[in-house]
């Protein structure tokens, strides 16, 4: 009996060690790539060119973030990408929250068909080239407000939000209009304020999405100046590679510099969403549960 | 006829029906007007919702309609003539299109062999590991690269790849290769890319359903089966696994229900000249055609076949995943 349990313990032992060590491996095929962006962007034109290293660069230089706070068109781009997901999200939740609101009273007429409408823009969709025309005919190409209007609504979101203001004690709402308030103030004074938690998470989960958005500006805006920086990036990595492509055996100048470029805009992109991480973190997880509830 | 004999047995049994069915249109719809005027506050909060969702999800629905047309840029909707199914019709014969199914579909399997599996074993693995602080951080690391855009991963793929970057140092290392390549460059590697790049981004982010159900078993289960001897392997095998049948499922289902869609955004960033003929997948074919050609008919006739096909594959894989799971449909 007891031989028997020091050998179960032996083999639970080693199935542990043989878990962390195959662990451990995971984390570093994520981390190190990720290091290794980080060291290149902050290398010289010389030491990328030469390459030949993955942890630790051969000669550390600013130049190219100096290039890339040089170029005002990054910095404009910047603006863009900043203000479509600060507006959008705040836009999106309040639109979103409003109607789940309405929703969430089952004594609203016409219930059945909302939801019915709602459920179907779910599964059913035009399509790229249907809503390209659709924002074409609403003048919406090569303007800001495509980064607005038309991510207004997810009946996703709607309905996480729907579910949690019917978690709310119909007392609070009765009480309140017995003294006279009116929906409206209901849901902007008493209802708001107590689902911050639920419209954190999908500001955040809306605001990580604004922010790595590139379809929308791909496929609606051709003005340079209504570049988010995802956009931005992609046509300088668009450029790099032509460049590397044509200039095999050319000159090796040009094409460093865009590469350094492209790392240290890499880096600037991705920064806000890394110094989101730790906020993110706490509320993703609970976000999906959110989201299973309605399942 | 079938209506006033309806009406006449609802008069005589009204429990049995709805009181709204019994009266007639016109009536209802008055009283539907004296309500929607009373609730007039609360409704004004949902009225924007049913406006934007006729606007932007259903006038787009409607205008599927063009690819039964011969669109063209001159035309409006309404002006342009139909043809039918002459566009449906062309797609048959164009070899591009074909060219197009069979990297999306190449490409969609390689995701389903391999980054279906991966997310399942690394969420056991992480439900296996009894150090918090360290269960946290594994935790936390392997959901980072989900929040990264794939503009940003493309532009870290072509640095990794390049001729003076990691992955030809790390081959250069290991002693596998003797002369740097850009496999970028290499058509024939774009679907392996394409997959474990996915892979690398999502596979972290996939386990926290399943982290998520797995925290609902009853530890109970596990006690009882060590007194009963089994090792961990056999615990995992016999009562985690058995736990995730209907949630895997459910994730199978969704998964093949997507095997002719694709990663725009990856295509767009990952694909150049030298591999365009392996990383063209039918998204980015729509993409072309219609946005870059122009030819907003051909694109949509695409566009819809391709979904088409697609529900019924949701159907036929919720069908027979419902029988592998005794008859119960997970949907």
């Known amino acids: ?295 | 006829m079938n209506k006033t004999s309806a009406s006449t047995t609802s008069a005589s049994i009204p429990p049995a029906v709805p009181p709204s069915a019994k009266k007639p249109v016109g009536q209802r719809i008055k009283e539907f007007v004296t309500d929607y005027k009373r609730q007039w506050e609360i409704q004004s909060m949902v009225l924007p919702g049913i406006i934007f969702m006729i606007i932007f999800c259903y006038i787009p629905i409607y205008g599927l309609t063009i690819a039964f047309k011969n669109y063209t840029v001159i035309d409006t909707l309404s002006t342009a003539p139909w043809v039918g199914l002459d566009n449906f019709r062309i797609i048959l014969s164009d070899e591009y299109f074909w060219d197009a199914v069979i990297n999306t579909l190449g490409i969609s399997f390689l995701k389903l062999g391999i980054g279906f599996i991966i997310p399942i074993i690394l969420a056991i693995m992480i439900y296996e590991l009894n150090m918090g602080r360290f269960k946290k951080f594994v935790q936390t690391i392997s959901y980072l690269p989900h929040f990264l855009s794939w503009i940003v991963l493309g532009g870290m793929l072509i640095t990794w790849f390049s001729t003076s970057g990691l992955f030809n140092e790390l081959l250069l290392n290991l002693g596998l290769i003797s002369k740097p390549s850009n496999i970028l460059l290499d058509a024939g590697k774009y679907w392996w890319i394409a997959t474990l790049s996915d892979i690398w981004k999502e596979a972290g982010w996939g386990t926290i359903l399943y982290l998520a159900i797995m925290a609902k078993i009853d530890p109970t289960y596990y006690e009882a089966a060590r007194i009963d001897g089994a090792g961990r392997l056999r615990q995992i095998w016999n009562i985690t696994l058995p736990n995730m049948k209907a949630i895997i499922s459910l994730n199978l289902i969704l998964t093949v229900s997507g095997l002719l869609g694709s990663n725009l955004d990856q295509t767009l960033v990952l694909m150049n000249s030298q591999n365009r003929e392996k990383a063209e997948v039918i998204n980015s074919y729509v993409y072309r055609m219609g946005m870059t050609q122009g030819d907003f008919s051909y694109a949509t006739a695409v566009g819809l076949g391709v979904s088409i096909v697609s529900v019924i594959l949701l159907l036929m894989a919720n069908k027979v995943t419902s029988k592998l799971n005794d008859n119960q449909s997970v949907l």
């Open chain 1, 1 to 295: 009996m007891n031989r028997k349990v020091i050998r179960e313990d032996l083999d639970s032992r080693i199935f542990d060690a043989v878990n962390k060590v195959l662990l451990v491996c995971f984390m570093v095929i994520i981390l190190v790539p990720l290091w290794n962006v980080i060291i290149s962007s902050l290398s010289s034109g010389r030491a990328l060119a030469e390459g030949g290293f993955i942890f630790w660069s051969k000669e550390f230089s600013l130049e190219n973030y100096r290039a890339v706070f040089n170029d005002s068109t990054i910095g404009q781009s910047f603006v863009v990408s900043v203000a479509k997901t600060f507006l959008g999200v705040i836009t999106h939740v309040f639109f979103c929250a409003m109607i789940g609101y309405g929703l969430s009273k089952r004594y609203i007429r016409g219930r059945k068909l909302y939801v019915a409408m709602g459920v179907i823009t779910m599964f059913f969709s035009g399509g790229m080239i249907p809503t390209y025309l659709l924002i074409k005919s609403l003048g919406l190409l090569n303007s800001f407000w495509v980064y607005i209007i038309p991510a207004l609504f997810s009946y996703y979101d709607v309905v996480i939000l729907m579910n949690f203001f019917r978690n709310v004690p119909d007392s609070l709402e009765e009480s309140a209009k017995i003294d006279g308030a009116g929906d409206w103030h209901i849901f902007l004074k008493i209802f708001i304020p107590l689902s911050m938690p639920a419209m954190a998470t999908i500001a955040l989960f809306n605001g990580v999405g604004q922010w790595n958005d590139f379809m929308t500006t791909k496929l609606y805006i051709t003005d340079q100046a209504l570049y988010p920086l995802q956009m931005k990036l992609y046509e300088i990595i668009v450029q790099s590679q032509t460049q590397s492509m044509q200039n095999i055996g050319g000159s090796v100048v040009i094409e460093t510099t865009t590469k350094g470029v492209q790392l240290a805009t890499i880096v600037i992109t991705t920064l806000p969403i890394v110094a989101m991480y730790p906020i993110l973190q706490r509320y993703f997880i609970s976000g999906m549960m959110l989201g299973a509830v309605k399942e």
